[in-house]
C-alpha cells in the first residue's frame, strides 16, 4: 500500500510540474496578430463520370448522371506576419474554419486540429497558402460545396503542439499550448453548381443559314423576254441555202 501511494504522489507531482513549465511556456509567448487573407477559386475543371448501381426492387440499373466541376481548388492566401522563433520550440501557426453561409455560429467546422497532421506553419515567403478541395475531388476530409455559399475565417497561433498530461485517457491527447489571436473577418466563396453532361455536352444548334428565294417580280420580264424570242424565230421565213451546181461543159 506505501509503495503504491509513494507512486501516485511521484506522478502526480511530475505531472504537475510539467503542467507548470508547459504554463510558463504558454505566457512567455507573444500574442499573433488577426490575420488578413483573401480567397481565390482556381482550376483546373474536372468531369465526375456517370456511376451505375442495380436496383434490386426493379432488377435494373439506376443510373447518375456525371458532372463537370469548374474549380478543383479554394486557395486560401494569407499575409504572413513578423515572426522571430528564437527557442526553436515555438512556432506560428494558422488554423482554418467554414460554415455554409449565414448559418449560426454553432456550425463552424475548424479544418486542423493539433492531432494526426497538426497545422499549417507559416512559411519563410511572405504568404503562406492553404488550399482546399473542392467537392467532388475525390479526396478525403472536409471539401468546399459547390453551388453554395461558404463563410471562411483564419486563425493565427503561436506556440507549440504537445501532449496534456492531465488529461485522460492514455495516452495523453495532443493540445496546442500557446497564444492565438482570435479569428478573422469572414469572407465568404461561392463555387458555381455543378453541370450535368447532359447540359454541358448537347451540341447548341448552328443556325440554318437563309437561302434567299427567287423574286416572282424577276420571273415576269424573264418569261417575257423568251416569248418575243419564239415569236421572232416563228416569223423569219427559213433562207434557201441550197447552192445549185454549175454544169460542166462536154468535152467534143
Not at 520550440?89 to 449565414?102: A, E, G, S
Not at 450535368?196 to 440554318?208: E, H, L, R
Request: net charge neutral; with cysteine.
Amino acid at each position: 500500500m506505501s509503495e503504491s501511494l509513494a507512486i501516485t504522489v511521484i506522478f502526480i507531482l511530475v505531472a504537475s510540474t510539467l503542467t507548470m513549465v508547459e504554463s510558463v511556456n504558454a505566457q512567455s509567448v507573444l500574442k499573433p496578430s488577426v490575420p488578413e487573407f483573401t480567397v481565390e477559386m482556381i482550376g483546373p475543371s474536372f468531369d465526375i463520370p456517370p456511376t451505375y448501381s442495380f436496383n434490386s426492387n426493379t432488377g435494373l440499373f439506376d443510373a447518375n448522371d456525371g458532372y463537370h466541376i469548374e474549380y478543383s481548388t479554394v486557395k486560401i492566401v494569407i499575409n504572413n506576419q513578423p515572426f522571430s522563433n528564437q527557442t526553436n520550440f515555438d512556432f506560428l501557426y494558422y488554423n482554418v474554419r467554414i460554415k455554409p453561409h449565414n448559418y449560426v455560429d454553432s456550425y463552424w467546422n475548424e479544418l486542423f486540429h493539433a492531432g494526426a497532421d497538426g497545422y499549417p506553419i507559416q512559411t519563410l515567403s511572405n504568404y503562406t497558402t492553404i488550399p482546399l478541395s473542392v467537392e467532388g475531388a475525390q479526396v478525403l476530409g472536409v471539401t468546399i460545396p459547390t453551388g453554395a455559399a461558404t463563410d471562411i475565417q483564419v486563425e493565427a497561433m503561436i506556440g507549440h503542439i504537445g501532449r496534456n498530461q492531465t488529461m485522460i485517457p492514455y495516452p495523453y491527447p495532443y493540445v496546442f499550448f500557446g497564444e492565438t489571436s482570435g479569428w478573422s473577418k469572414t469572407q465568404t466563396v461561392t463555387l458555381p453548381p455543378k453541370i450535368p453532361f447532359s447540359a454541358s455536352t448537347t451540341p447548341t444548334p448552328s443556325p440554318t443559314p437563309n437561302v434567299p428565294e427567287f423574286p416572282w417580280i424577276a420571273v415576269l420580264p424573264l418569261f417575257t423576254i423568251m416569248l418575243l424570242v419564239a415569236v421572232k424565230l416563228k416569223s423569219k421565213p427559213a433562207s434557201a441555202l441550197v447552192k445549185r451546181k454549175s454544169p460542166q461543159a462536154k468535152c467534143k
